[in-house]
């Protein structure tokens, strides 16, 4: 009696501890999606990915935080005024995405932030489009089919490739356009798996859309 005794003792101590872990992580993930989402320039973004990559270094059993950690050094390499840092943040946000990978592979989120790295890379040279342009599509694609029930995020890359591919090869502003609304759609009807899971994007299409619509040319 007694040595079950001290077994349920212990097993509630590490329950309570386990639970005090978790909630401390989400503490700190929610503190810090928070201030991804206000982030405004390339040194937010850096911050940001800073921040998320040492959660990532505690919680090694994790995808999110790398995950996280990525995404913003795509951004800051969609932000960052300085070409010459374009692919050093992409680089970093490849072997992040690496690592949320390991973690959770055949991942519909991952596979959006490998196109959106592809197309950030283009900023350095045009050229690179003709090889990088193919190569985020068929990624993208991947994203779309691990997720049937629609990835919104994914949705939306794929309208912006769309968008700025020539008419003569299945694009330009109609339907590009078109795909967007969809994207749109998806947001509406998206349901993150977690509170911590990927949600961001809806107000971006948005605006994009409205920008497009109003743009008369291709």
Same mark, same amino acid.
């Given at each position: ?27 700190? +993930? ?8 206000? &982030? ?23 995808? !999110?935080?790398?995950?996280? &950690?990525?995404?913003? +050094?795509? +951004? ?39 196109? +959106? ?14 090889? !990088?342009? =193919? ?16 990835? =919104? ?21 109609? =339907? ?15 349901? =993150? ?26």
């Amino acid at each position: 009696m007694k040595k079950h005794f001290i077994t349920s003792v212990l097993m509630l101590s590490i329950l309570s501890i386990a639970t005090a872990q978790n909630e401390k992580y989400v503490g700190f +993930m929610k503190k810090n999606l928070a201030a991804l989402d206000s &982030a405004k320039s390339s040194d937010d973004f850096q911050t940001a990915a800073n921040n998320f990559e040492r959660i990532a270094s505690a919680e090694k059993a994790e995808w !999110l935080p790398a995950y996280y &950690a990525a995404y913003a +050094m795509r +951004m800051k390499a969609f932000y960052t005024k300085e070409i010459k840092d374009v692919d050093p943040a992409c680089d970093k946000a490849d072997a992040m995405l690496a690592a949320a990978e390991s973690i959770a592979p055949n991942n519909s989120e991952i596979n959006t932030i490998k196109g +959106m790295v592809m197309q950030a890379r283009m900023r350095v040279d045009g050229s690179r489009g003709m090889t !990088l342009g =193919p190569k985020a599509t068929q990624v993208l694609a991947q994203a779309l089919q691990q997720q049937p029930q629609g990835n =919104p995020r994914a949705i939306t890359q794929m309208a912006q490739m769309k968008y700025y591919t020539p008419s003569a090869y299945g694009g330009g502003k109609e =339907p590009g356009i078109e795909m967007l609304k969809k994207a749109i759609a998806a947001y509406d009807t998206f349901k =993150p798996e977690t509170e911590l899971s990927p949600n961001w994007g809806k107000a971006y299409a948005i605006e994009l859309l409205k920008r497009w619509s109003d743009n008369s040319t291709q």
